[in-house]
Structures are given as C-alpha cells and as structure tokens.
T-cell receptor
Framework: NAGVTQTPKFQVLKTGQSMTLQCAQD?????MSWYRQDPGMGLRLIHY???????DQGEVPNGYNVSRSTTEDFPLRLLSAAPSQTSVYFC???????????????FGEGSRLTVL | AQSVAQPEDQVNVAEGNPLTVKCTYS??????LFWYVQYPNRGLQFLLK??????LVKGSYGFEAEFNKSQTSFHLKKPSALVSDSALYFC?????????????FGGGTRLMVKP
C-alpha cells in the first residue's frame, strides 16, 4: 500500500545545478501536483496535472518544469537551481480530474532540497 | 482571489483539555474547506472537510470542525486533547463555484499538547 512515493528524501545542490524530484502514485489518481512548503507560508502550488499529457501552472511555477507521460508518474525538474528554491517539496494526488471538487489530497512524505 | 488565515502560529493546551485551532477564509463563491495534519518529517494527512450540509463536520482521530458562514470561519476542535495530537495543522479552502480553482493553504498552526 505505497500511496504517493517521492525520491529523493534529501538533496543538496549547488547554484546552477539541475535535478529531478520523482513522484509516483499507485492509486490510479488522475490529479497530481507539486507543492513547496516554506516556514510560515503554508503550502504553495507549483504545477499540477489533471491527467496524462496535461499539465498547468500553479501559484509559483517559475524555475520548475513538469511532465506527465503516465498516470503514475509526475516528475518535477529544476533546470538551474537557485538558493530561493531551498524548500521542502511535496507531491500530492487525488482521484478525479481535479482535487476533486470534493476530494482530498494524498501527500508523499516530502523531499528536502537545499541549494547552496 | 481566495485566502486562508490561521491567526495563531502555535496553540498550547494541556492533555485532556479541549482544543481549538482557528481558521478564517475568504472566497467569492461557495467555500470547500479542509483540515490537514502534518506530523514531523511526514507529508500532510487529510483530517476532515466541509462541502455542504451540516455545519459541524466530524473527522479522523476525534477531531471536528464547525463551519460558520457569517463569520467565514472553520475552526478545528477536539473535546479532549492527547499528547499524540501535537503536530502542525493546516486549513485549506477552494472556491467550489469554480472547478478551475486550486486549494489555498493557510500558514499552519503548531499544536503542542503537554502532559
């Protein structure tokens, strides 16, 4: 019963490096999303997807790319890391094509990224 | 635009006492309201939601929340706190009138329950 799985759990990057945060879910959820969590600011939506082949921008998309080639996977790419991207990143999914009009989100355990 | 305010960064309560974590919201349409809990080094877990119907909503682990439309509030409550309830709590809202709207989260409230 894996749910939402994120890798890696921890990562340290230097400014300008690139990396990909992986997210996979085994619940056949149509909706997947990426949030970043910063102290006192709650969670802010980066990108989301309502199904394979469909992605859209959230509140804070700059500096991040996503793709959704399968229902299960939703990787988040940082093309050129900046210190402002130091944060904890959460992947979340939900049944239905959208956070469901009524449904709740299922979260991964997070990926802590530090950019030096 | 929609927003959520959690006015208290931290709430301290003694074990066995009732607890309240406050949340107020702002949306232009129908509010869909959620509470999530985050334990240390874990992702958020869903506690309860209000979509429509009874203003008092019951959720996981004995928590409940009361929707108050006139005060635009959705406070989280529990009659008797446990030490294991200590965690970070997030309120979230989306505008149910617009299917394109995303969830907006509050800044979080840390609940500390002392023995």
């Amino acid at each position: 019963n894996a749910g939402v799985t994120q890798t890696p759990k921890f990562q340290v990057l230097k400014t300008g490096q690139s990396m990909t945060l992986q997210c996979a879910q085994d619940m056949n959820h149509e909706y997947m999303s990426w949030y970043r969590q910063d102290p006192g600011m709650g969670l802010r939506l980066i990108h989301y997807s309502v199904g394979a082949g469909i992605t859209d921008q959230g509140e804070v998309p700059n500096g991040y790319n996503v793709s959704r080639s399968t229902t299960e996977d939703f990787p988040l790419r940082l093309l050129s890391a900046a210190p402002s991207q130091t944060s904890v990143y959460f992947c979340a999914s939900s049944y239905g094509g959208h956070p469901s009009n009524t449904g709740e989100l299922f979260f991964g355990e997070g990926s802590r990224l530090t950019v030096l | 635009a929609q927003s959520v305010a959690q006015p208290e960064d931290q709430v301290n309560v003694a074990e066995g006492n009732p607890l309240t974590v406050k949340c107020t919201y702002s949306v232009s349409g129908n509010p869909y309201l959620f509470w999530y809990v985050q334990y240390p080094n874990r992702g958020l877990q869903f506690l309860l939601k209000y979509i429509t119907g009874d203003n008092l909503v019951k959720g996981s682990y004995g928590f409940e929340a009361e929707f108050n439309k006139s005060q635009t509030s959705f406070h989280l409550k529990k009659p008797s706190a446990l030490v294991s309830d200590s965690a970070l709590y997030f309120c979230a809202v989306r505008d149910g009138s617009n299917a394109g709207n995303m969830l907006t989260f509050g800044g979080g409230t840390r609940l500390m329950v002392k023995p």
